[in-house]
């Protein structure tokens, strides 16, 4: 397992972020809790200082099963615990949820659920699966967030694009009750279905968008820029990647039917960004690249911005 991975678990094959441990069914969320190894709880203790005097405005947060130190945060941090995490979604989604992978990250400091929404969208005869993450953290670096997650089935590529006309997340602060935020949350749920609407006109319009080989290199060249102070190494990895992305793009077997388009190039580009392992591979370069899938991958976004202005 990873080393930022500190527990998790997946249902019958790893999901597209290549993660976790294989279980036969999805499970409920009390199943999902445990799994996970999420059965445990935050306490929040004072803060002190060498000689004993407390230092006003900051709790440390502590999970129960080990004494492991979280996080130092403000005295208006309300903790969300891992059960309240998982009864909030199954509120969200409603009854029968199945959880397809939850895990904690960075020592427990963060945690996650993944839930796959039970419509599916055919978009220009292709099958598009919309799943639902939720994320929190313990250590005080982020909001609660929960948001929705398009991948392309077959070649789970994700399709996380910044649609200006329809959103796709939802957050709130560690100040509030998370329960009294269900409805607003739920609001953004019900989104999903606008959203996948809009998604499914850009797809259309991106297969009209008509791209000659020279601009796909010129996309690429833009992308994967190389300047002229580079060493001959960082330019031979340029090279590198820039075949890598270019192969993506012009041998997939998936999007040889999909026609030379700004949909393919899009797709080559989201294969790209979420599957090529980086020059340096770091041990948790799987996690931060699912850790990103909650706001979308800026490569994939700047591809699409460049499409779109075409």
Sequence with gaps: MAANVESMFSTREKPWHGLGTIVAEAPTSKEALELAGLDWKVIQRKVYTEGGQQISGCRVNIRDRDGKILGVVGDRYRVVQNEEAFAFTDALLGEGVRYETAGALQSGRRVWMLAKLPKE???SGEQISPYLVFCNSHDGSGAIRVAMTPVRVVCSNTLNLALSTAK??????????????????????????????????????????????KAVMDYMKTLIPMREDMTIQQKKNVTNLRENLKQRY??????????????????????????????????GYQENLFIRTMDGNALIDRAYQMVKAA
Excluded at 187 to 196: N, S
Aim: aromatic share 10%.
């Design 121 to 123: 969208y055919i978009i």
């Design 250 to 283: 012009f041998d997939a077997p998936d999007l040889i039917d999909i026609g030379k388009n700004g949909y393919r190039f899009l797709n080559a580009v989201s294969d790209f960004a979420t599957h090529n392992e980086p020059l340096r591979k770091t041990a």
């Design 168 to 213: 796709r997340s939802w957050s709130a602060r560690h100040t509030v009750s998370i329960s009294g935020k269900l409805e607003e949350a739920r609001e953004t749920l019900l989104f999903a279905e606008h959203y996948m609407a809009e998604l499914g006109k850009e797809i259309c319009d991106l297969q009209k968008i008509r791209l000659s080989d």
